[in-house]
């Protein structure tokens, strides 16, 4: 392919024939996955039969965002040699079965900006959850005590609260997909790429008004901070110590064990899946998010959803995470706490 | 059915115990099913020995429960299970 960039993220090596300046440039002896912008152009025609939609609705702040998020779906098909994601108002993302090829072609107008973020953050997730162990909707940071994630709906705020962690010096592991990796029966979080998305406000909060912002994309209001200085992203993987659900707001800050079971469902509701009638590929995520569920105490954590809170809410994981690292160094069984 | 049906999880049923508890995946539907720890301690003895009235005998072993009462749930569970794809008779 001419004109080839490549990059990596978490740990998949992607060459592209349009830059994407939200990743970091790697030297890539062989590529796992490419991907080709096409001519923009109307939607492919067929009779796809369409067997899974996403929606996308977060609780956002502007009227203006609140409405392009109601009209940005995504579809799922079929096709002969693989898949169809369409997103009826940006384009049509085509992945081969195999996940080593994709192609894009935007709806005319749609600019480059809009397909860099259904690439990064919509399409490679599903690439990536055909090919490792567990890919979660999660933040995540990595602490003193290894790495802790931050599940939730869009909207809820895991993307704020991986934030205010990066600024007191833990380094991002991801904004929006978490790539767990079992390993000899050890789960590592493998890094997806440097840079969190937020609303203006929360960034002029937790970064300030002068920090550079980028767009996000054409229908959203959300601005891209990628500044390493004040946000650190982690560059290697790190085992994964907690995971965090992120649970109805509160008056106060709590954190509650999940039993077993409810870390089990809570995990599956929040993993990609880019086909849910993939039979194989359900065994398969079943098995691993029952190893997952075995070997990571899960938690539900309630706080106060305002900015003055974080403060607390750090207090109270950090204090969370020295008490259980304690208990781990007593050698207390994982599944008991 | 009855006491002396037979059962099994078919194939196309995913089931780990998580905890006390039993996840069930049907794989053709893509559906997640919980069991309760008494549920699943029901289909433990039923993956031991696919006959119903077995699993009956040892939970009334186990449990404070009169039989007639204990035979209605359990039938109810196994009806239930069965028309999700979970559970499916021996032939």
């Given amino acids: ?337 | 059915m009855t006491l002396k049906d037979t059962l099994r999880i078919p194939d196309s049923v995913a089931a780990r115990k998580i905890g006390d508890e039993t996840i069930l995946l049907n794989l053709e539907t893509g559906t997640y099913y919980g069991l309760d720890s008494v549920g699943s301690r029901f289909l433990e003895l039923l993956e031991r020995n696919g006959e119903i009235a077995f699993a009956h005998l040892t939970l009334l072993q186990e449990f404070d429960v009169k039989p007639e009462i204990l035979e209605a749930d359990i039938l109810r569970l196994c009806e239930e299970m069965r028309s999700k794809g979970l559970l499916e008779a021996v032939r």
């Fill in chain 1, 1 to 337: 392919m001419n004109g080839t960039h490549t990059y990596r993220i978490c740990d998949l090596a992607i060459a592209s024939n349009i830059p994407l300046p939200e990743l970091t440039a790697a030297t890539v002896f062989a590529a796992d996955c490419h991907f080709e912008l096409l001519p923009p152009g109307n939607p492919s025609p067929g009779n796809f039969v369409w067997f899974h939609h996403w929606t996308i609705e977060e609780d956002n702040e502007e009227e203006v965002a609140k409405e392009a998020c109601k009209e940005a779906w995504t579809h799922f098909a079929r096709t002969s040699d693989g898949y169809l994601l369409r997103f009826p108002s940006c384009g049509d993302f085509f992945l081969s079965a195999d996940t080593l090829r994709i192609q894009c072609r935007p709806l005319p107008r749609i600019p480059e900006v809009t397909v860099r973020h259904l690439l990064l953050d919509q399409v490679i997730p599903l690439v990536l959850s055909r090919r490792e162990s567990v890919v979660l909707h999660a933040s995540a940071v990595l602490t003193a005590h290894g790495v802790i994630a931050f599940a939730g709906k869009s909207g809820q705020g895991k993307s704020t609260l991986a934030a205010s962690f990066a600024q007191k010096g833990c380094a991002m592991v991801s904004d929006d997909c978490l790539v767990l990796r079992e390993q000899h029966g050890n789960w590592i979080a493998l890094p997806s790429y440097p840079g969190v998305r937020m609303w203006p406000s929360t960034a002029e909060q937790l970064v300030g008004k002068e920090t550079y912002t980028a767009d996000v994309a054409h229908y959203s209001l959300k601005r891209r901070v990628s500044d390493a200085d004040l946000l650190p992203f982690a560059n290697r993987p790190a085992p994964i110590r907690r995971l965090f659900f992120l649970a109805d707001e509160t008056s106060t800050v709590s954190i509650e064990r999940l039993a077993p079971g409810r870390a089990f469902v809570s995990l599956v509701e929040f993993a990609y899946n880019l086909d849910i009638r993939d039979a194989a590929f359900l065994r398969r995520q079943f098995e691993a998010v029952g190893q997952l569920t075995e070997t990571i105490p899960a938690y539900a954590i309630h706080y106060p959803r305002q900015f003055a809170s974080l403060p607390v809410v750090w207090d109270t994981v950090v204090n969370h995470l020295r008490e259980a690292g304690d208990r781990d160094a007593e050698g207390y069984p994982a599944h008991s706490r």
